[in-house]
Each structure stands twice: as C-alpha cells, then as structure tokens.
Nanobody, 119 residues
Framework: QVQLVESGGGLVQPGGSLRLSCAAS????????MSWYRQAPGKERELVAT????????NYADSVLGRFTISRDNAKKTVYLQMNSLKPEDTAVYFC????????????WGQGTQVTVSS
C-alpha cells in the first residue's frame, strides 16, 4: 500500500521557520523524484520545490527561492522541506508528491499538512 504521510505543519509567526517531513512507504522511494506542492484557499495547487531521485538536482519556485530548502534521505524514505523567513503568503496546505517517469508514469500524493503564517 502506497503511503505519503506529511507532518510538521502548524502555525508560525512571520519570519519564523518550519520543517515539513514526508514519510514514504509502499514503493521504491529512491527511484522517484519528490516534490512539495502547496494550495492556498481559492488558488490552484502550485509546485514549490522538486528534488531528483539521487538528490543530484533541486528546483524551486521563484517565490520561495533562497528561503526554502528541499532535501531527502533515501535510507529513511523521507523528503523534507525546510522553510525559513516565512511570510503570510506562504500560508497553504502543503502536499508531498512522488513521481516516476518510466515506461509508465506513476504519481502519488500525500494528504497534505496545513501551514499558517500569521501574527
């Protein structure tokens, strides 16, 4: 059974930090690119950051570049999102995503974790 379980969300003041975690099970984690997406109320889901299967490359949305860092631990089957200098506009539900591009593309999603940035 494939599972992606996010944790680490919560309420934080502007300028604060949070670290999100996404624990994976039920698939070959080390073969998948992992991403974090977010969706704010009334807005479309947007890509925040991606890390390749070997952690050799990362990409970030312009809005979080320099503030967020994505990383992974293939031994623990976990991907992380370190979020610093948080802003109210970072408020959203954050989703973990796993994608494998092969003969068949496979995509898995977590259930999401709420991040609220407010004073």
């Amino acid at each position: 059974q494939v599972q992606l379980v996010e944790s680490g969300g919560g309420l934080v003041q502007p300028g604060g930090s949070l670290r999100l975690s996404c624990a994976a099970s039920g698939f070959a984690f080390s073969l998948y690119a992992m991403s974090w997406y977010r969706q704010a109320p009334g807005k479309e889901r947007e890509l925040v950051a991606t890390i390749t299967s070997t952690a050799g490359s990362t990409n970030y949305a312009d809005s979080v570049l320099g503030r967020f860092t994505i990383s992974r631990d293939n031994a623990k089957k976990t991907v992380y999102l370190q979020m610093n200098s948080l802003k109210p506009e970072d408020t959203a539900v954050y989703f973990c995503n796993a994608k494998f591009d092969g003969l068949i593309t496979r995509v898995y999603w977590g259930q999401g974790t709420q991040v609220t940035v407010s004073s």
